[in-house]
T-cell receptor
Framework: DTAVSQTPKYLVTQMGNDKSIKCEQNLGHDTMYWYKQDSKKFLKIMFSYNNKELIINETVPNRFSPKSPDKAHLNLHINSLELGDSAVYFC?????????????FGPGTRLTVL | AQTVTQSQPEMSVQEAETVTLSCTYDTSESDYYLFWYKQPPSRQMILVIRQEAYKQQNATENRFSVNFQKAAKSFSLKISDSQLGDAAMYFCAYRSPAGGGADGLTFGKGTHLIIQP
């Protein structure tokens, strides 16, 4: 019954590796997002994806790329991982046409880069 | 660009008491949405309450209510009859209507709420 799910929940990897985090929503929403929460708990939008339109936060390095195979999935690919990429990454979804446009969040993926 | 400021990094309240968390924001838009999210130690982001800027009436959800002052760009959260389960990080968030909100939420830095038994 999970509305927004992410895998894996924990990811430990070495600097320089390439990794992916998967996100799936079963709410029928048309928009999905990725947020980064740093070690000070600050949450910042990275990407939003709606009807094949990608909106990118200008501060996100191009090592990060979202991939959407279909409306229910938005995966996050990270190339050449750096120490500073260590954070918790949250996926979220919403229905833009909805009255409140509430965003539903996944459980987060804690990424640790060694 | 919009900014959201939470000036209280940490707040402490006795169980059963009332506490108010502050949030101010900066925007040039007239229509927008404001949210309070709760993040317990489990790290799950949970929506507590929402407010549409075009509504003058303050939103309430059981023990949670907001004081929305549009002219002052203030959006504080009041928690009545605090319970141990309320202990968490609380984030204030802003959503622009531009693009239908496709540019995501802008969050404040959060307030860590401690409940003293």
């Amino acid at each position: 019954d999970t509305a927004v799910s992410q895998t894996p929940k924990y990811l430990v990897t070495q600097m320089g590796n390439d990794k992916s985090i998967k996100c799936e929503q079963n709410l029928g929403h048309d928009t999905m997002y990725w947020y980064k929460q740093d070690s000070k708990k600050f949450l910042k939008i990275m990407f939003s994806y709606n009807n094949k339109e990608l909106i990118i936060n200008e501060t996100v390095p191009n090592r990060f790329s979202p991939k959407s195979p279909d409306k229910a999935h938005l995966n996050l690919h990270i190339n050449s991982l750096e120490l500073g990429d260590s954070a918790v990454y949250f996926c979220a979804s919403s229905q833009l046409a909805g009255i409140h446009n509430e965003q539903f969040f996944g459980p987060g993926t804690r990424l640790t880069v060694l | 660009a919009q900014t959201v400021t939470q000036s209280q990094p940490e707040m402490s309240v006795q169980e059963a008491e009332t506490v108010t968390l502050s949030c101010t924001y900066d925007t040039s838009e007239s229509d927008y949405y404001l949210f309070w999210y709760k993040q317990p130690p489990s790290r799950q982001m949970i929506l507590v309450i929402r407010q549409e800027a075009y509504k003058q009436q303050n939103a309430t959800e059981n023990r949670f209510s907001v004081n929305f002052q549009k002219a002052a760009k203030s959006f504080s959260l009041k928690i009545s009859d605090s319970q141990l389960g309320d202990a968490a990080m609380y984030f204030c968030a802003y959503r622009s209507p531009a693009g239908g909100g496709a540019d995501g939420l802008t969050f404040g830095k959060g307030t860590h709420l401690i409940i003293q038994p």
